[in-house]
């Protein structure tokens, strides 16, 4: 049975170390970065993994395409859907002084279509998944203009992927809570 896995918790709060522990004796994980690199904590997590459980992981940063990736995976994260709402909202608006309620909303829409063919084709493959994200919700409201715009695109675009989750956890301090599922 497929399974979909949305963690969402503050910055360095966690999250991707507890997707790493929690695909630890599987092989053959697509961990798939949106960012050019991995953070070191991370990075040396998958690799310690790998090497006592003898078993291999496949790495992808900047990772595009993700619906093709995620084909025929029986485990994927995707870290993180913060980054991939940055990256779409900067291809579709370059300036966010540019940005309105039109072009926010047509960001969010593209981002959850993406993230729901996603979905479907680790469901289809039966495949089990962990998406990351970012929890902005505890933030208080930038000041800066270009700050709410991402706030916003990112807090819907959490709301309705959590929603079609199987789970939600949510991690602080490196402690992870599991509120849906």
Known sequence: MA???????????????????????????????????????????????????????????NADNIAELVKGQKFSVLDSLAAYVNRAAYRKCPDYSDMNDMIRKEIEQQVIEEIIEVMTNVRESYGNMIIISTELGFCPIPSQEDARWFREILGNVNQRIANLSNEVHLSASGITFKIKG
Do not use: P, Q
């Not at 507890?18 to 990075?43: P, Q």
């Open 3 to 61: 399974k979909i896995i949305f963690i969402t918790g503050g910055a360095s709060s966690g999250k991707s170390r507890w997707a790493v522990t929690h695909f630890a004796g599987c092989d053959n994980v697509l961990y798939m970065s949106i960012m050019s690199s991995l953070d070191a904590d991370t990075s040396r997590r998958i690799e310690y993994n790998c090497r006592e459980r003898e078993i291999e992981w496949n790495v992808k940063t």
